[in-house]
């Protein structure tokens, strides 16, 4: 008998059936992954499951859990099974925990609760499962409220939390989406290394964690289940033409062939920028080119001070000093104050589409503002035929010159902000994490338009992204940042092959592989970025670095030249990464 | 979606039109007028004879036409009233969340002041320093009323002036003028449609609560608020002068009351997925 058999479970809201007659089934101790884009119904299975879906959700099916039917079930039974039973790990863990509560009495009352100890000795074993969870300080932390943790730290005690009562079954339903990679790397390790006999049901849009961590999956699309089995199987040899896709779509940060670097002349230049905002500082003397035809890409975690680049690049934030200079001109002040044919030149793509896109203004509306701006001569009717054919190019038909945001999907919205960016025709546009939000397939296409709009107009591309996968296929050359600071800037090709800088080969090993033969390699690095606030003396990256030497925390390493890198570490000769 | 596929929409505007149908074409049909006494009819009970539908009054004059003429005037009140606090609390409020910084907080430092002061006290004293006018009520509830709107359309445009589509539109090169009539006002719309609609009531509560005190409008002249006053006093022997205004005015209020729910909900809907 499985521990988990769920057949034939459908949600219907309304007319709109969400999970349609889907089969999920988990043994004793084994893990599980399932995956889909957004809308397949990963996460509304799981709910169902769970019995946590909104009261105008109809469900019908069979969810057995140990043998015990979970559908339909009152609420005592489904409290007695959830918790105890089947620990459950959402994907934000700022909205799971209670912040007018500590920790450690989250995690005391729930072994209280169901009557797996008593008052006295609840803290004790509290403290003993965040030490396990890695929460530096357990006995401390234990009085600390959800805010005083960061975000990678709420998460394991939302683990600790699903755990302490031992449960046979833990459910994580995107565990590390909201979470950095290298933070990401130590969760899904915590999670594995955690659970000994504890079976895992891993809902996730990522192939890569699919691969690293789970025995099993099911691909999920609308609502069906389209392929299920062992994962190694179902990588070598998917039977669907969807999981085909998938896994064609997913990116993998350890192959791929770099695009043939440019040479064309400078267009944009920025150097020594420094910003701040109060006494923090983002942005600690960083430069940067961009050539004719180039995209370059600027990597780094939350905090690296990446968007604030562009940002000052773009006169939305001020700098303390250093220069940008575009076409040969210097560009100063607020964007306010840049004359239109700046304006024109540089634009801007956000990550999320929705929010960027009036929503009280049609599509056609949206894309045409710019040319009654810049254009204001235009006729109607030339500007209704410009608009229509930006909107053919970047992948829409007519169909949705009427609609508002709110009607489109999220790549139909990036699609529409990438065509009001595009339809001036400017040379430099600037992407802000804008495919971060997309699916797989979806975000293939947003990239092919990109290449194929760089190789028809010479459109120079600054590409801002956390995922260095993406960033592999699309990227000339590549600038990593750490707390403000220069990391590393070099070619696509030398730095995904050859970093010359320890912190850019963590980011590397820390991308799950959307491969499950490809060996795994254990989380590099420990710990979380430092606060911007006090930043650590000497090499920034210092108190994470497995090479760091005595040099390194006294010392505050230059940019410089090596072998057509720009690297910031002492050691860049001498280390083999 | 059509705005009329909302039923609480439908439902409540209809019987406010209805009502206002009612009000001007009623006294215009009757056969009574508002003034004329009849002292053979003191008092007398709801009948059609005489067309005395909803009674008469102690002095003999027919109920039916003076509650309509009290509708006329508390719709009338109600409608300048909240017209007086939109214009001025639009206004001001657009003015403070745009412009921002030192302006912005001296703007609402005054409303803060404004707030402090005890509102009917300042009705009061504006009606006694006054000859007591009838468009003076509109325009003192109207100041009033004011407040609450500025407070509403500046968070809600300092909001809209952080968004990323306003914060695109400044990479385009749009201009203040563009940025302000083309993505804030639009989007300013909903809130305040829907805040309109709920001060109508809290202005016919205070233009009620003046003509109850005897400050409000002036015999012959009525309103629904004096009429519930005048009922209060023969509610022992002619039970139909409190109970049908105070129905009256308890329906209007409501059908304000969801008529601003259902607004909020249809922009709700209309522009969040």
Same mark, same amino acid.
């Given at each position: 008998m499985s521990l988990l058999d769920v057949s034939g479970l459908t949600v219907r809201y309304g007319d709109d059936t969400v999970v349609d007659g889907v089969d999920i089934f988990v043994e004793r101790g084994e893990s599980v992954g399932i995956v889909g884009e957004s809308g397949s119904g990963k996460s509304q299975s799981v709910l169902a499951i769970l019995g946590l879906l909104p009261g105008s959700a109809r469900v019908a099916g069979s969810v057995e859990f140990d043998g015990q039917q979970l559908l339909g079930a009152d609420i005592d039974t489904l409290n007695q099974v959830r918790a105890r039973r089947i620990g459950v790990v959402f994907q934000d863990p700022a909205q799971a925990l209670n912040p007018y509560v500590r920790i450690g009495t989250q995690l005391a009352q729930v072994l209280i609760s169901h009557g797996l100890a008593g008052k006295a000795d609840a803290p004790a074993r509290v403290i003993d499962m965040l030490d396990k969870v890695g929460l530096p300080d357990a006995a401390s932390q234990y009085r600390a409220y959800p805010h005083q943790l960061s975000g990678g730290m709420r998460q394991r005690v939302m683990i600790a939390s699903a755990l302490i009562a031992e449960p046979d079954l833990l459910i994580a339903d995107e565990p590390t989406t909201a979470l950095d990679v290298t933070v990401q790397a130590q969760i899904l390790e915590l999670l594995e290394d955690i659970r000994d006999n504890t079976a895992l049901l891993l809902i996730t849009h990522d192939l890569g964690i699919v691969a690293g961590y789970c025995e099993h999956m099911i691909v999920l699309e609308q609502g069906r289940v389209v392929d299920a089995g062992q994962t190694t199987s179902l990588f070598a040899a998917p039977r669907h033409a969807h999981t085909r896709s998938l896994i064609a779509a997913a990116p993998r940060v350890d192959r791929g062939e770099a695009p043939i670097a440019v040479a064309g002349k400078t267009r944009l230049s920025v150097s020594d920028a420094v910003i701040d905002y109060g006494n923090l500082r983002a942005v600690n003397e960083v430069g940067l080119t961009v050539r004719e035809s180039e995209t370059v890409a600027v990597v780094g975690e939350s905090g690296s001070g990446k968007s604030s680049l562009v940002r000052a690049v773009l006169g939305l934030v001020p700098m303390v000093s250093g220069r940008v200079v575009y076409a040969g001109e210097p560009l100063t002040g607020p964007v306010e104050r840049r004359s239109l044919a700046v304006r024109r030149d540089l634009q801007l793509v956000y990550q999320d589409p929705v929010g960027?896109?009036?929503?009280?203004?049609?599509?056609?509306? &949206?894309?045409?503002?710019?040319?009654?701006?810049?254009?204001?001569?235009?006729?109607?009717?030339?500007?209704?035929?410009?608009?229509?054919?930006?909107? /053919?190019?970047?992948?829409?038909?007519?169909?949705?010159?009427?609609?508002?945001?709110?009607?489109?999907?999220?790549?139909?919205?990036?699609? %529409?902000? &990438?065509?009001?960016?595009? &339809?001036? /025709?400017?040379?430099?546009?600037?992407?802000? =994490?804008? %495919?971060?939000?997309?699916?797989?397939?979806?975000?293939?296409?947003?990239?092919?338009?990109?290449?194929?709009?760089?190789?028809?107009?010479?459109?120079?591309? &600054?590409?801002?992204?956390?995922?260095?996968? %993406?960033?592999?296929?699309?990227?000339?050359?590549?600038?990593?940042? !750490?707390?403000?600071?220069?990391?590393?800037?070099?070619?696509?090709?030398?730095?995904?092959?050859?970093?010359?800088?320890? !912190?850019?080969?963590?980011?590397?090993?820390?991308?799950?592989?959307?491969?499950?033969?490809?060996?795994?390699?254990?989380? +590099?690095?420990?710990? =979380?970025?430092?606060?911007?606030?006090? +930043?650590?003396?000497?090499?920034?990256?210092?108190?994470?670095?497995? !090479?760091?030497?005595?040099?390194?925390?006294? =010392?505050?390493?230059?940019?410089?030249?090596?072998?057509?890198?720009?690297?910031?570490?002492?050691?860049?000769?001498?280390?083999?990464? | 979606m059509s705005i009329m596929a909302n039923r609480t929409i439908t439902i409540s505007l209809g019987i406010l039109l209805g009502i206002a149908a009612i009000a001007l074409l009623g006294p215009w049909v009757s056969p009574n007028d508002y003034t004329s006494t009849n002292f053979d009819r003191l008092l007398s009970s709801p009948s059609f004879k005489g067309l005395h539908l909803f009674g008469t009054d102690d002095l003999g004059r027919d109920q039916f036409v003076r509650t309509m003429l009290g509708v006329r005037v508390t719709l009338l009140v109600a409608i300048v009233a909240s017209l007086v606090s939109l214009i001025i609390g639009v206004a001001y409020g657009a003015i403070a969340g745009l412009v921002g910084g030192r302006v912005d907080a001296v703007m609402m430092r005054m409303v803060d002041t404004l707030y402090a002061l005890p509102f009917i006290f300042f009705v009061i004293l504006l009606m006694v320093a006054f000859e007591r006018n009838f468009l003076l009520i509109f325009v003192a509830i109207g100041a009033v009323n004011w407040l609450d709107m500025a407070r509403i359309v500046r968070g809600q445009t300092l909001s809209l002036r952080e968004r990323e589509f306003v914060e695109a539109a400044r990479l385009g090169g749009a201009g203040m003028l563009r940025i302000v009539t083309r993505h804030i006002a639009p989007n300013l719309v909903g809130i305040v449609v829907v805040y309109v609609t709920l001060t109508i009531p809290q202005a016919i509560l205070v233009e009620s609560f003046l003509s109850f005190l005897g400050l409000g409008v002036q015999e012959p002249q009525t309103s629904l608020g004096a009429l519930v006053d005048a009922g209060v006093n023969q509610m022992e022997r002619a039970s139909w002068m409190l109970l049908i205004p105070a129905t009256l005015l308890a329906v209007i209020l409501l059908c304000f009351n969801f008529l601003g729910d259902g607004l909020r909900d249809y922009f709700d809907a209309r522009h969040t997925s």
């Open positions: 960027a896109l009036d929503p009280q203004m049609r599509v056609r509306d &949206i894309v045409a503002e710019p040319l009654l701006i810049h254009a204001p001569r235009l006729g109607a009717a030339e500007r209704r035929r410009r608009v229509a054919a930006m909107l /053919d190019l970047v992948g829409l038909g007519e169909a949705l010159l009427h609609r508002f945001p709110h009607e489109l999907s999220g790549g139909q919205a990036q699609r %529409v902000a &990438i065509g009001r960016a595009l &339809i001036l /025709d400017p040379s430099v546009l600037i992407c802000d =994490e804008a %495919v971060a939000a997309l699916d797989g397939t979806v975000r293939d296409q947003v990239l092919e338009l990109l290449r194929d709009v760089q190789r028809e107009t010479g459109l120079s591309i &600054i590409f801002i992204s956390h995922d260095l996968a %993406v960033v592999r296929s699309i990227s000339h050359r590549v600038l990593v940042m !750490y707390m403000g600071r220069l990391v590393e800037l070099a070619g696509n090709a030398s730095l995904f092959s050859s970093p010359r800088h320890p !912190y850019t080969r963590a980011l590397l090993d820390a991308v799950p592989v959307p491969d499950p033969v490809a060996v795994r390699k254990p989380p +590099p690095l420990r710990g =979380e970025v430092p606060s911007l606030l006090h +930043p650590p003396a000497g090499c920034v990256f210092h108190p994470r670095c497995r !090479y760091a030497e005595a040099r390194c925390s006294a =010392e505050r390493p230059k940019v410089r030249d090596v072998e057509g890198t720009r690297v910031a570490c002492h050691l860049a000769e001498r280390l083999a990464l | -």
